[in-house]
């Protein structure tokens, strides 16, 4: 059974425990690979290993830095199959969406912050003719990455490469969940001659190894990506310890459909939005509400073709849906699935467990599941799936979808569907989210600023937002 290992100052190495988790795949539930059940040792030697490189790292120039991500990016993008299969395996999504999604999104992060580093710059106030102040921004030092499994190198390297661009070393936690692709960086970042200590990955549970990250004196940043449930736990552990933290959470999107929206786009984004990567994105938006003179001509075309989705084999080219990621989130889908039916939906499309014969007999596959005629405030409506399973629920005015859209704790992302441009502008601007799509959904400029309101998040990823949080900046103030 291949044997994932830690990366901790250049070396990869077994965990100090030698104890080790099962790794199940997730279309076949059998175990395929063993992670590091490391600890808290292993985490003071990384971070050992990460101050150790910080001052030569820190002293390197950017455009020297940057050279080293490209590098990256380019080892990656010539072992895009295999990533991409590694992808696959772990997770149990469609390998055409590891290859045309994860992996070419991880190769961008690289690329994308090599440039950004090199056109970073900063503030200059002048007072009048009395003085001159500019600030400095200096690398924080050691900073902890940790990240969640749905898509796992491509957030991984969101933040990795950001964070080491500028000049930080790092120290990386995958999830537990999908540990493979993290573990292949590790391998491309010494065939590239990434410094030792500039980037540790320490492979394990969240209490074994994030959680003492996110105490631990000589990490001064924490950037976490998962559940508002985790996060809330590092919060609390972390600020009073005045780390600086930006946390990306949990989401229960809206898409709101209006009757004068182009109809084909709308119903063919609102499947991608729904179902892909089986409704484990957080940008996905779960709850659709579509205006009441085309409800049912939308939701008529979007059963069909949810119904039509081939659910299978994650390897096989014509899979539309995969497994889920594991045998925990296929119980926490499917009892979200029972809730709704107690809540008095009525289920559309799907509503059961996917058989799926021959080796993926045993796996975890749902099939996408479409739901009416529940409340906005009932649970089903509330609380996060992370699954493929979608409300439909039609609205007549826009007062009214508004406070809807408005009415969960999260507050991530939305897609608004209107033809008419003051209200697509006057309906962005009062919805209570990060982000907002008009007529499209999940399109990326990785220079804006990412991330979510309420209990979604704490800071912006993105652009100058992430070189900014990963800096500490000092003003100087010159008399004239
Ligand atoms: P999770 O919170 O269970 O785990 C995320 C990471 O935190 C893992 O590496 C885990 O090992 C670690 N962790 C767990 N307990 C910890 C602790 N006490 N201290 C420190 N680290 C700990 O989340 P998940 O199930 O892996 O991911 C799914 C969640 O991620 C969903 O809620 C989804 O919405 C969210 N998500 C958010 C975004 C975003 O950008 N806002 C993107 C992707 C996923």
């Known amino acids: 059974?291949?044997?994932?290992?830690?990366?901790?100052?250049?070396?990869?190495?077994?965990?100090?425990?030698?104890?080790?988790?099962?790794?199940?795949?997730?279309?076949?539930?059998?175990?395929?690979?063993?992670?590091?059940?490391?600890?808290?040792?292993?985490?003071?030697?990384?971070?050992?290993?990460?101050?150790?490189?910080?001052?030569?790292?820190?002293?390197?120039?950017?455009?020297?830095?940057?050279?080293?991500?490209?590098?990256?990016?380019?080892?990656?993008?010539?072992?895009?199959?295999?990533?991409?299969?590694?992808?696959?395996?772990?997770?149990?999504?469609?390998?055409?969406?590891?290859?045309?999604?994860?992996?070419?999104?991880?190769?961008?992060?690289?690329?994308?912050?090599?440039?950004?580093?090199?056109?970073?710059?900063?503030?200059?106030?002048a007072t009048d003719t009395v003085a001159l102040n500019y600030t400095l921004r200096s690398p924080l030092g050691v900073v902890g990455c940790i990240s969640p499994w749905n898509l796992p190198l491509y957030l991984f390297t969101w933040k990795i490469?950001?964070?080491?661009?500028?000049?930080?070393?790092?120290?990386?936690?995958?999830?537990?969940?999908?540990?493979?692709?993290?573990?292949?960086?590790?391998?491309?970042?010494?065939?590239?001659?990434?410094?030792?200590?500039?980037l540790n990955i320490v492979h394990g549970l969240g209490a074994k190894v994030g959680a003492p990250m996110s105490r631990h004196p000589g990490i001064s940043a924490i950037s976490f990506t998962g559940s508002t449930r985790t996060g809330a736990e590092i919060a609390r552990t972390a600020a009073p310890l005045f780390k600086k933290l930006s946390l990306e959470m949990g989401g229960k999107n809206p898409n709101v459909i209006f009757a004068d929206c182009d109809f084909d786009e709308?119903?063919?984004?609102?499947?991608?939005?729904?179902?892909?990567?089986?409704?484990?994105?957080?940008?996905?938006?779960?709850?659709?509400?579509?205006?009441?003179?085309?409800?049912?001509?939308?939701?008529?075309?979007?059963?069909?073709?949810?119904?039509?989705?081939?659910?299978?084999?994650?390897?096989?080219?014509?899979?539309?849906?995969?497994?889920?990621?594991?045998?925990?989130?296929?119980?926490?889908?499917?009892?979200?699935?029972?809730?709704?039916?107690?809540?008095?939906?009525?289920?559309?499309?799907?509503?059961?467990?996917?058989?799926?014969?021959g080796r993926c007999r045993n796996g975890w596959f749902v099939q996408p599941t479409l739901v009416e005629g529940l409340g906005p405030e009932c649970r089903t409506n509330q609380e996060e799936i992370f699954g493929p399973v979608a409300t439909l629920t039609p609205f007549e005015r826009e007062e009214e979808v508004l406070a809807w859209a408005n009415s969960t704790n999260y507050g991530l992302a939305a897609s608004v569907w209107t033809k008419d441009l003051s209200r697509a502008h006057r309906f962005a601007a009062r919805l209570h989210s990060g982000i907002v799509w008009i007529n499209c959904w999940m399109l990326r400029d990785l220079r804006t600023p990412f991330g979510g309101v309420k209990d979604s998040g704490v800071g912006r990823e993105g652009g100058h937002e992430v070189l900014r949080f990963f800096t500490e900046p000092k003003n100087v103030c010159v008399k004239l």
């Open 1 to 125: 059974m291949q044997k994932v290992l830690n990366y901790i100052g250049g070396e990869l190495v077994p965990p100090t425990s030698q104890k080790w988790l099962d790794k199940p795949e997730p279309a076949t539930a059998e175990p395929y690979a063993l992670v590091p059940d490391s600890d808290e040792t292993d985490v003071q030697r990384a971070v050992d290993a990460a101050a150790h490189a910080f001052p030569a790292w820190s002293a390197t120039p950017a455009a020297e830095r940057a050279r080293l991500l490209r590098r990256i990016a380019d080892a990656i993008r010539a072992r895009l199959d295999a990533f991409a299969r590694a992808e696959s395996i772990d997770t149990g999504k469609p390998l055409s969406v590891a290859s045309t999604v994860d992996i070419p999104r991880s190769v961008l992060n690289f690329e994308f912050f090599a440039d950004a580093v090199t056109q970073f710059s900063s503030e200059a106030h």
């Open 161 to 198: 490469a950001p964070a080491i661009a500028i000049g930080n070393c790092v120290v990386a936690k995958p999830s537990e969940v999908t540990p493979m692709t993290a573990f292949l960086l590790a391998q491309v970042c010494r065939e590239v001659g990434l410094p030792p200590g500039v």
């Open 266 to 357: 709308a119903l063919a984004t609102t499947m991608r939005s729904s179902f892909a990567n089986q409704g484990q994105i957080c940008l996905c938006g779960p709850r659709i509400f579509v205006q009441a003179p085309i409800y049912e001509r939308f939701k008529e075309a979007l059963v069909a073709r949810t119904r039509a989705l081939k659910v299978g084999d994650p390897l096989e080219p014509g899979t539309d849906q995969g497994a889920l990621v594991s045998q925990q989130h296929f119980d926490k889908v499917m009892s979200y699935i029972e809730l709704s039916r107690q809540e008095g939906g009525r289920i559309l499309a799907g509503g059961a467990r996917a058989q799926v014969e």
